[in-house]
């Protein structure tokens, strides 16, 4: 081990200053050294102990703090462990700092290197680490739980419990070749083997059918506002933040690059995307905001497609472009309903009825207002009369139930699920909308904490393994695997290789330690 790594190491672990109390870890051989230098009296193993700490160099006392030790291998890093709770002061913090860092062997820790010696140290394996990492990070009560059980070994439990096995399908093929001529080894060992390959595929197959529900927990659904320009993207991403996170302005083209808010759905994350709006443009800077908005929606796993009820146009092409690139769904919100005359908005919000008079109902029903029939309500505070938008019979009819199919190589498909139809100025018709949000979450990630693969890694390494452990079964099931154990053994090997990839480990030693316990060679 280079001198690096047996160097004692120290840092704050609480949050930054100023706080009430200030958590100081030390780790390593130096530990208990480090508290006598401080003037401190080491503590019985866990238990706190009240004691004045003095600076090495000068005895001044620095503060008094709770004292805790936790020697090895009985502590988070499998080392000697002290922790220091001080007052949370920034010149109390930098003068412990100051002082543990004049001490011979001490050094400060780098980033992540507490959790490291303990994966050195057998505490973790790396699917609890990154489990750990999860846990810091989780801004939901989804993610918690599930960085929880993933730390608390989920995957790595199971996957322990796989490599065991495969371990002993190993030991089988392995015993089959080297002691194929003591009396105690049975003949037939490669069928046994070939029977534990195909359990451990079929469950491996199992946890990665999951539709990336665990990674989509672990990072979050991922919603694009897009639309024309001054559709209201901006104001709708303010008031579903419920603050001002984007810059809001009547003029077209405000928005130039992707602004990112999270969010917390009861308890699922979302990730909303204001974008540029989607025109044709001559402005090189507007044009790469309008790439910028078409990829980020097409990556996305539900596109908002705002449209402005004021305006006459037709539904711009842009809305069957962004249909086409991607196969999540996309929502139609018609925007800025408190612009319109009150006959318009109520038939607008009312649309029952197909113009035609076909009784063809669109998909999705619209948002009301408690069903309040908005012809029956006094102006809006804040708009007069003469700003209200007059909308000719054509134009509610577009608005209502225009152009929402296109036809692709499938037939006719519908560009919007779902339709709602909202104010931002009022607020009206923006619970539905959270609620079909909420509702959208529930439905991608609703128990997606019980997963067991949370990171693409993790699929990654499953899907070798998995891989693997098909083809040994193609190459030598049905009995062509005898007199083949020696190329049979190596694809266990390198399945095991994989696993011990997912875990952080893995030791030859084991199959040699499953051969002589379960068939006592040599006794």
Not at 246 to 271: K, M, N, Q, W, Y
Not at 273 to 288: C, F, H, S
Not at 347 to 376: C, F, I, M, W, Y
Not at 458 to 480: D, E, N, P, Y
């Amino acid at each position: 081990m280079s001198a690096a790594k047996h160097a004692t190491i120290f840092a704050l672990s609480s949050g930054r200053p100023p706080a009430a109390i200030a958590v100081i870890r030390i780790s390593g051989p130096r530990a208990g050294a480090a508290l006598e230098a401080l003037g401190v009296r080491v503590p019985p193993p866990r238990q706190a102990k009240l004691a004045r700490m003095r600076d090495p160099r000068s005895g001044e006392i620095i503060d008094e703090a709770l004292v805790l030790w936790f020697p090895g291998p009985n502590s988070e890093t499998g080392e000697d462990v002290a922790e220091l709770q001080a007052h949370g002061g920034p010149a109390v913090i930098a003068a412990v700092l100051d002082a543990l860092g004049q001490i011979d062997g001490l050094r400060m820790a780098e980033p992540g290197e507490f959790t490291r010696r303990g994966f050195e140290n057998g505490k973790f394996d790396l699917t609890a680490v990154e489990g750990l990492a999860d846990l810091v990070a989780a801004e939901t009560e989804g993610q918690r739980r599930q960085a929880f059980r993933q730390m608390k070994g989920l995957l790595g439990d199971r996957a322990e419990t796989w490599r065991k096995r495969l371990i002993q399908a190993l030991a089988l093929v392995e015993a089959r070749i080297d002691f194929s001529d003591e009396a105690d080894v049975p003949e037939e060992l490669v069928g046994p083997a070939l029977a534990i390959v195909q359990e451990l595929r079929d469950e491996i197959g199992t946890a990665l059918a999951d539709g990336g529900r665990g990674e989509r927990l672990r990072e979050g659904l991922v919603v694009a506002i897009a639309g024309p320009p001054n559709a209201g993207k901006s104001t709708l991403l303010n008031r579903l933040a419920q603050r001002e996170v984007a810059i809001v302005s009547p003029h077209a083209g405000t928005t130039r690059d992707v602004i990112e808010v999270h969010l917390d759905l009861g308890g699922f994350p979302v990730t909303l995307l204001d974008t540029a709006g989607i025109r044709e443009t001559g402005d090189p800077v507007e044009m790469e905001g309008v790439r910028r908005a078409r990829a980020r929606a097409a990556a996305a796993d539900l596109v908002l497609w705002l449209t402005d009820a004021t305006d006459n146009e037709g539904e711009p092409d842009a809305a069957i472009g962004v249909a086409r690139d991607r196969k999540a769904p996309v929502w139609r919100v018609t925007t800025k309903i408190d612009l319109l005359a009150p006959a318009a908005a109520a038939l607008l919000r009312n649309k029952k009825t197909h113009p035609s008079g076909r009784g063809q109902n669109l998909p999705g029903e619209p948002v009301t207002d408690q069903g309040t029939d908005l012809a029956a309500k006094e102006p809006l505070a804040g708009r007069s009369p003469s700003n209200e938008v007059q909308l000719t019979p054509t134009h509610i009819a577009r608005t209502a139930f225009g152009s929402t199919s296109y036809k692709n190589e499938n037939g006719v498909t519908s560009i919007f699920e779902h339709e709602f139809i909202v104010s931002a100025h009022t607020g009206a018709g923006f619970d539905g909308l959270l609620t079909a949000l909420f509702q959208f979450s529930e439905g991608q990630l609703a128990g997606a904490e019980q997963a067991l693969v949370t990171r693409q890694r993790h699929r990654q390494v499953l899907v070798a393994v998995q891989h693997i452990l098909s083809g040994t079964l193609s190459q030598f099931g049905g009995g062509k695997g005898e007199g083949q154990e020696e190329l049979l053994a190596e694809e266990l090997r390198q399945a095991a290789v994989e696993f011990g990839r997912l875990l952080g480990r893995v030791d030859v030693e084991d199959v040699l330690d499953v051969i002589f316990r379960d068939f006592c060679i040599g006794k």
